[in-house]
């Protein structure tokens, strides 16, 4: 079954800083790979998508993730943190889009 | 054009009650799904479902059940509540194409 590990459970930069959450997927298929943000006391909201097109994927928020086979990873980085990006990110892996499979997510702080 | 509703919000439940968690989409979605959220574990998928008639088990179906009998409506039912099942629930749904899901706003269930 597929997997996806986030390393990382927390991490901290200061605004405007480059923002970098790891991601490693395992999947016996082509997979599908998702990044979400959950803010406090809210579900959770799409903020990426690979579906074996473009390895470069492009989401909202300025945030932007590569899809690196070789590697099995699928990062999300942003170039210059905001104080609204403070959140809980979510690395997600389908083979289908609705097994979804989800990491134990990374809490992104942003320092002023 | 409401996309995912569940209710209730809250629920306070003694150990050994039943409940049903409702949730309904309104976008003819043939995926529908339901995670539980535990603190540093990320989502785990409950039970899923890919159309009206058909359900299937995830990650963590135990003491959990489902039944799908329209497009729209995808409850819940927990037939005997205990504290390892407090958690927040969130149900999803996907269409077949979008390789992506939409998530309710989640129930937040406590069992004493």
């Known amino acids: 079954a597929q997997s996806v590990t986030q390393l990382g459970s927390h991490v901290s930069v200061s605004e405007g800083a480059l923002v970098l959450l790891r991601c490693n997927y395992s999947?016996?298929?082509?997979?599908?790979l998702f990044w979400y943000v959950q803010y406090p006391n809210q579900g959770l909201q799409l903020l990426l998508k690979y579906t074996s097109a473009a390895t470069l994927v492009k989401g909202i928020n300025g945030f932007e993730a590569e899809f690196k086979k070789s590697e099995t990873s699928f990062h999300l980085t942003k170039p210059s943190a905001h104080m609204s990006d403070a959140a809980e990110y979510f690395c997600a892996v389908s083979d289908e889009g609705n097994d979804m499979r989800f990491g134990a997510g990374t809490r992104l702080t942003v320092k002023p | 054009n409401a996309g995912v509703t569940q209710t209730p919000k809250f629920q306070v439940l003694k150990t050994g009650q039943s409940m049903t968690l409702q949730c309904a989409q309104d976008m003819n979605h043939e995926y529908m799904s339901w995670y539980r959220q535990d603190p540093g574990m990320g989502l785990r998928l409950i039970h899923y479902?890919?159309?009206?008639?058909?359900?299937d088990q995830g990650e963590v179906p135990n003491g959990y059940n489902v039944s799908r009998s329209t497009t729209e409506d995808f409850p819940l039912r927990l037939l005997s509540a205990a504290p390892s099942q407090t958690s927040v629930y969130f149900c999803a749904s996907s269409s077949r194409d979008s390789r992506g899901v939409v998530f309710g706003p989640g129930t937040r269930l406590t069992v004493l």
């Open positions: 999947s016996s298929v082509p997979p599908y």
């Open positions: 479902s890919v159309g009206a008639g058909i359900t």
